[in-house]
């Protein structure tokens, strides 16, 4: 649902001090939320990089990695049969 601001700026004038606080105090809370969900997927990709690095594979071909798009791609269309 996109919210139009000249809509929420008049329903904010609208509110009494004390709601105010309470909207600001929950935009606040978003934000912090927000960069704490940015952070968390930061620092789970940093591990997941050097659980990777540690592996010392070498770079997938062009080849493979078409493979395994396919391979993908097949398991995704292929009926599972404990789906109802």
């Known amino acids: 649902m996109a919210a139009d601001s000249k809509v929420l700026l008049e329903k904010l004038k609208m509110l009494p001090p004390?709601?105010?606080?309470?909207?600001?105090?929950?935009?606040?809370?978003?934000?912090?939320?927000?960069?704490?969900?940015?952070a968390n997927a930061s620092r789970r990709l940093g591990e997941a990089m050097a659980r990777l690095q540690a592996l010392d594979l070498p770079p997938m071909t062009a080849e493979e990695m078409q493979e395994e798009i396919r391979a993908a791609r097949a398991a995704r269309h292929t009926p599972n049969a404990d789906r109802r």
Do not use: G, I, S
């Not at 004390?18 to 940015?38: G, H, P, S």
């Open 18 to 38: 004390q709601r105010l606080a309470e909207v600001e105090d929950f935009v606040d809370f978003l934000t912090v939320r927000d960069d704490k969900v940015r």
